[in-house]
């Protein structure tokens, strides 16, 4: 067996591990009373204990502290702001690297078409992330970005980015099942949903649709958004 028939294989059993399952984003930014690596392990925990099969993680401390607290496999992101640029979800090489360093075996990045840091090109970061063996998952926001991710070399792609870019800006509140069901159709890796997925039922209609696997974030982890939607909801 070649090496990279043994490569493609492993990529297909670390893919076939996620279908089906619930990937839970455990993240607190700056200003959350979470953010910091000790409560996001256990929030990681919990997560495991209720059925996660991933968990989707940023920055390296947060990864570190998160695979040594949980048995689960962490797609790990980096979240880097930059002056030239609007990607912030490991934008540059450098920032892939900052995370592969802790041996993650999953890394998502911003798949989008849009002009990353000091003009880096999405398929150098997806090269990079397979040379320290781990699998690149890119967050799209359109339809035009799936050619550009599958030609990049992503191994899966996903709604994530839909309604956060200038590109794909939307009033709804709902998940993108629009986008979601044109990536099943045509993408030619698989499918994850993500963004603004609520409920338990949207996840589950998000399998019904064709996706490989749901991630959530907010509506499990983000106790500080879910009680602002409780209070606004409940405004006369």
Known sequence: MTRKTSEAIERRRRLAGLHGGLVVSCQARPGNPLHGAATMALMAQAAEIGGARTLRVNGAEDIRAVMKATSLPVLGIN?????????TITPTVKDAEAILETGVPLVALDGTNRFRPNGEH????IRVIHERGALAFADLATREDLAGAVDAGADAVGTTL????????????????????????????????EGRIWTPEQAAEALRIGASFVVVGTAITNPMAITSRFVSAMQP
């Open 122 to 125: 999405l398929a150098d970061i």
């Open 162 to 193: 839909s309604g956060y870019t200038r590109e794909s800006k939307t009033e709804s509140v709902d998940p993108d099942f629009g986008l979601l069901t044109w990536l099943v159709k045509y993408s030619p890796v698989p499918v994850f949903a």
């Open 79 to 87: 979240k880097v702001e930059y002056e030239d640029s609007p990607v």
